[in-house]
């Protein structure tokens, strides 16, 4: 069965205390790999597509990584602005390619 | 999340009401994706609409709910004879494209139901 999970399911960090977030997945076919931001009592805003293992995409300071069994949102010195709830999804190449979610990491950085 | 339009964003029933959650996807997005998020739980697919059609309703309970997205007007999420467990956000998500061309897709801020 298709699934996702992310780690920690919380982190508290430090202001520029740089930190990586955790999403494993088990697919038979990876059609995409999806990055989002939630703040509390909003929709979740897109951050990154990855399709391919070695792809990295970097928007200020978060960077995503994808490899064949995990991918990694990496925060390089943190801002408390960045504190927010990170989904991570996936999409398979079989079936119907609706974006299956993980519960989320709950990151909350301290000024 | 600018661009995919939810409303109302928050919706008190009591129980056995119906509730209606209207979506009007980005400009120039053709499907629409509902998803349900309870407490303490991830997002969970619902259903998969384009225009006049239902492409995938696999997440969508078979009893008291249903979607459309007709030709003219917003997709609607319809929830009948409401019960407590029916309380969470609903969010609606859009893309130009079905999501097999590898479109990425956009959330609204989400429609709030409360079942007392």
């Known amino acids: 069965e298709d699934q996702v999970t992310q780690s920690p399911e919380a982190l508290r960090l430090q202001e520029g205390e740089s930190s990586s977030l955790n999403c494993s997945y088990t697919v038979s076919g990876l059609r995409g790999l999806f990055w989002y931001r939630q703040d509390p009592g909003k929709g979740p805003e897109f951050l990154f597509t990855l399709y391919s293992a070695g792809e990295e995409k970097e928007k200020e300071r978060l960077k995503a990584t994808l490899t064949k069994k995990e991918s990694f949102l990496h925060i390089t010195a943190p801002k408390p602005e960045d504190s927010a709830t990170y989904l991570c999804?996936?999409?398979?190449?079989?079936?119907?390619?609706?974006?299956?979610f993980g519960r989320g990491t709950s990151l909350i950085v301290h000024p | 999340n600018a661009g995919v339009m939810q409303n109302p964003r928050h919706l008190v029933r009591r129980r056995g009401q119906e509730a209606r959650l209207r979506c009007s996807p980005m400009?120039?997005?053709?499907?629409v994706y509902w998803y349900r998020q309870l407490p303490e739980e991830g997002l969970k697919f619902m259903v998969y609409l384009q225009k006049e059609n239902i492409i995938d309703e696999s997440g969508m309970p078979k009893e008291r709910f249903s979607a459309e997205f007709p030709k003219e007007g917003p997709s609607i999420l319809r929830i009948q004879q409401v019960v407590r467990g029916d309380s969470a956000a609903y969010f609606c998500a859009s893309s130009p494209g079905g999501f097999h061309s590898g479109n990425t897709i956009y959330f609204g801020e989400g429609s709030w139901l409360t079942v007392v």
């Open positions: 999804a996936f999409s398979a190449s079989g079936g119907s390619y609706i974006p299956t």
């Open positions: 400009k120039g997005h053709s499907h």
